[in-house]
């Protein structure tokens, strides 16, 4: 089954730090792969994709992932933490059936940023 | 421009009620998916539209949760019976046939007591 795996429940990091939220995928064929971030109480919100091209993808609010095909990672990335970053951040991949395409998410890593 | 919106947001209902959850997508988006999103755990889908064809129901967790989507638009999750498993945030995306991305609605948050 096609799916995408984030380990860690949760990462702390001090504002002004570099981020990282790690995401590993398992798909048969090239992946197409994305990143969303919900902040509380609200819907999911766009941040990135990994179709195809240049390995290191530049997103919204700064953030950028690198896809990392021998070690099937897409990973996500900030140089400069910000508090406003704390949110639940999804890593996706996109699931293709005969007529159909479904975006498979990960269970979400929750970031905090402290000041 | 307007993005996707949903009704109610919040939803209390005793369990054994009916329940109906509406969603609101972006003009002209084509597609249109329901996913549940449980505490501590990810997004669970639960069915799709595209278009006029038959939606993929395979995500539906049993014969008591059922959708559909009228004239191609507005879309209306029902779940017979509610149990307290029921409980979680109910989310709706949508997005154009071309497109890749998702955009999605702010949920509805129904509790099941």
């Known amino acids: 089954a096609q799916s995408v795996a984030q380990p860690e429940d949760q990462v702390n990091v001090a504002e002004g730090n570099p981020l990282t939220v790690k995401c590993t995928y398992s798909?048969?064929?090239?992946?197409?792969l994305f990143w969303y971030v919900q902040y509380p109480n609200r819907g999911l919100q766009f941040l990135l994709k990994?179709?195809?091209?240049?390995?290191l993808v530049k997103g919204s609010y700064g953030f950028e992932a690198e896809f990392n095909k021998s070690q099937t990672s897409f990973h996500l990335k900030k140089p400069s933490a910000l508090v406003s970053d704390s949110a639940l951040y999804f890593c996706?991949?996109?699931?293709?059936?005969?007529?159909?395409?479904?975006?498979?998410f990960g269970t979400g890593t929750r970031l905090l940023v402290s000041p | 421009g307007a993005g996707v919106s949903q009704s109610p947001s919040n939803k209390v209902t005793e369990k054994g009620k009916d329940v109906e959850l509406r969603c609101d997508p972006i003009s002209g988006h084509t597609a249109l998916y329901w996913y549940r999103q449980s505490l501590g755990q990810g997004l669970e889908f639960l069915i799709y539209?595209?278009?006029?064809?038959?939606?993929?129901k395979s995500g539906l967790p049993s014969d008591r949760f059922s959708a559909e989507r009228t004239g191609g638009s507005v879309s209306t999750l029902t779940i017979q019976r509610t149990q307290q498993e029921d409980s979680a945030v109910y989310l709706c995306?949508?997005?154009?046939?071309?497109?890749?991305?998702?955009?999605f609605g702010p949920g509805t948050r129904l509790t099941v007591t």
């Open positions: 996706a991949v996109r699931v293709l059936k005969t007529g159909f395409q479904k975006l498979v």
């Open positions: 995306a949508s997005k154009q046939e071309s497109s890749y991305e998702q955009y």
């Open positions: 539209f595209q278009g006029n064809s038959a939606p993929d």
């Open positions: 990994y179709i195809t091209g240049d390995n």
């Open positions: 798909v048969s064929g090239n992946p197409y």
